[in-house]
T-cell receptor
């Protein structure tokens, strides 16, 4: 089954304790992206990757890191989480680097709900 | 002004009703437009793309008005299963691969 898999689904952690949220897709997609979703703000892009070893900042990259060493994986790293990073996180992928083209819609993972105390 | 604005709702409608949502966008250079559906606590899923000529998929009709910079979604004969949040999504090609999401419109269909 074609899918984007995120882990974990739920995570509660404390301020400053490094964590990684994994994202993997099995569709051979070039483009991958991370979003956070907060009430009233919609999805905001954190980082995206056009292909292996190519990553770039989105709208809210502060406090996050990513890597794209393999095409299928795009982990999100929080080196020192803070309470303002409590949010619902989504990983997404699309076939081509033009993740927004009509022929290449975004496929989302099922989300990671992160709470930082 | 937000780049993509939607009425948050909620829109409470009875089964069988017709309901319409609008979404306005600020950048006239936008090139691609989409409606995504998001069920409670779930991931967004593409509902339909919005083409310049307008398009229809069953009970759903999407329209684009470039002159006034808005897109619309019309749902006819609403079903209970249509209850969800509808996200308006706009691509700003001048920013590379930037997709801008609206905050969403909540629809509740009641029996």
């Amino acid at each position: 089954e074609a899918q984007v898999t995120q882990n974990p689904r739920y995570l509660i952690t404390v301020t400053g304790k490094k964590l990684t949220v994994t994202c993997s897709q099995n569709m051979n997609h070039e483009y991958m992206s991370w979003y956070r979703q907060d009430p009233g703000l919609g999805l905001r892009q954190i980082y995206y990757s056009m292909n292996v070893e190519v990553t770039d900042k989105g709208d809210v990259p502060e406090g996050y890191k990513v890597s794209r060493k393999e095409k299928r994986n795009f982990p999100l790293i929080l080196e020192s989480p803070s309470p303002n990073q409590t949010s619902l996180y989504f990983c997404a992928s699309s076939l081509t680097a033009l993740g927004s083209s009509y022929n290449s819609p975004l496929h989302f993972g099922n989300g990671t709900r992160l709470t930082v105390t | 002004r937000k780049e993509v604005e939607q009425d948050p709702g909620p829109f409470n409608v009875p089964e069988g009703a017709t309901v319409a949502f609008n979404c306005t966008y600020s950048n006239s250079a936008s090139q691609s437009f989409f409606w995504y559906r998001q069920d409670c606590r779930k991931e967004p899923k593409l509902l339909m793309s919005v083409y310049s000529s307008g398009n229809e998929d069953g009970r759903f009709t999407a329209q684009l008005n470039r002159a006034s910079q808005y897109i619309s979604l019309l749902i006819r004969d609403s079903k209970l299963s249509d209850s969800a949040t509808y996200l308006c999504v706009v691509n700003y090609m001048e920013y590379g691969n930037k997709l801008v999401f609206g905050a969403g419109t909540i629809l509740r269909v009641k029996s």
